[in-house]
């Protein structure tokens, strides 16, 4: 699939709060796009908390991400082992060294980039709740990263906290040789921080104050990240309707054009397979989460122009309904 020194398509997994179920969709969308044919990378990039290679039935005994940043390792692609599963491959997290808080500027950017090229056609990032600052460079690798959030309204609430700071750090960084201008926008941020609901196009009208020709740029660069959200351990299809909400929630106040991937049921089988050790998707092929993953492997394979909410809730019903062979 992948062209001679083409980069992988890097998709990112976040979310505002943990246990949303990032590192069981991480892996079950890994294994759903390898056994569609592609070369597949499954990267723990939680560190301090990774536990990616649970749900893809590995021990923890690999060296991993973490020794690379202690500079144990100087390159990440040779820390790749084997999964049971054709095609994918997986990159250990901090496996048994704890991990460094403080990781050197210099071991961050050999990180990015080296992810970059690994060689596969996806890389897909499990990455840790909240908004770290380096799980927000991490999830500013693509421009259409995936955000996972549970139907509850706090969970929600959080997965917009986490772009909005996300999208809060990109300005900034963006204005870093611009002393004036950090400081107005840290007072705003700061500002907002005591309940005011400070706008993306409010902080982008203040750097036009300063500079419209920096505002321009710092618009074309920001703007144009297109998350996409998955809602994840639902009870009715119908539940996507909030979809509708957060999408123009995000347009407002983050002016951000989003997109739903679509919708994942509340599976106890889920937790069971965890439970026994067992890769989730590999005993059940065939429930109401496989399906809704199924679906959104297709629309990560073939991007459509834009999936109607309609249609998604429609089609997350046929999940639901369908007897479990
Ligand atoms: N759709 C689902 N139905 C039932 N349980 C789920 C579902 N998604 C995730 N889980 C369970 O929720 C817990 C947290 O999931 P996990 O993927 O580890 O979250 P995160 O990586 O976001 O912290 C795990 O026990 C997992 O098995
Ligand atoms: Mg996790």
């Known amino acids: 699939m992948q062209k001679l020194g083409a980069r992988p398509v890097i998709i990112p997994i976040a979310s505002g709060k943990g246990g949303a179920g990032k590192s069981v969709f991480a892996a079950s969308l890994a294994i759903n796009l390898a056994r569609r044919g592609a070369r597949v990378v499954a990267a723990d990039l939680d560190l301090g908390g990774s536990n990616l290679h649970t749900y893809l039935g590995l021990p923890n005994t690999n060296p991993g991400v973490g020794d690379f940043l202690k500079q144990q390792r100087r390159e990440l692609q040779k820390l790749l082992v084997p999964t049971s599963f054709n ?38 990032i499990d990455l840790g709740a909240g908004s770290a600052l380096n799980t927000m460079n991490l999830f500013g690798l693509a421009r259409n990263g995936i955000v996972i959030t549970t139907l509850d309204t ?40 005591g309940g005011a609901n400070l706008t993306v196009e409010e902080v982008y009208r203040l750097i036009e104050r300063h500079d419209p020709l920096l505002a321009r740029e710092t618009r074309k660069r920001c703007g144009g990240f297109q998350p996409r959200l998955v809602y994840n351990m639902a009870d009715e ?89």
Request: net charge positive.
């Open 87 to 124: 095609g994918l491959r997986f990159l250990p997290g901090d496996g048994k060294t704890p991990f460094m808080a403080n990781i050197p500027s210099q071991q961050r950017f050999l990180l990015l980039s080296q992810l970059q090229q690994l060689p596969a056609d996806y890389v897909i």
């Open 237 to 325: 299809a119908e539940e996507l309707q909030v979809a509708q909400r957060i999408e123009s929630t995000m347009k407002k106040n983050l002016s951000l054009q989003s997109s739903t991937l679509g919708l994942l049921f509340h599976d106890p089988a889920v937790r069971l397979a965890v439970r026994k050790n067992r890769v989730f998707l590999q005993d059940h092929p065939d429930t109401p989460y496989a399906r809704g993953l199924a679906a959104i492997t297709e629309r990560i394979l073939q991007p459509p122009a834009a999936p109607r909410l309609d249609d998604l809730i429609r089609e997350a019903a046929t999940h639901r309904a369908a007897p479990a062979r």
């Open 154 to 193: 706090p969970a929600m609430m959080n997965a917009l906290v986490f772009l909005r700071n996300f999208m809060f750090a990109n300005i900034i960084s963006l204005t870093a040789k611009r002393a004036p201008i950090k400081k107005d926008l840290l007072a705003a941020y700061r500002r907002s921080a």
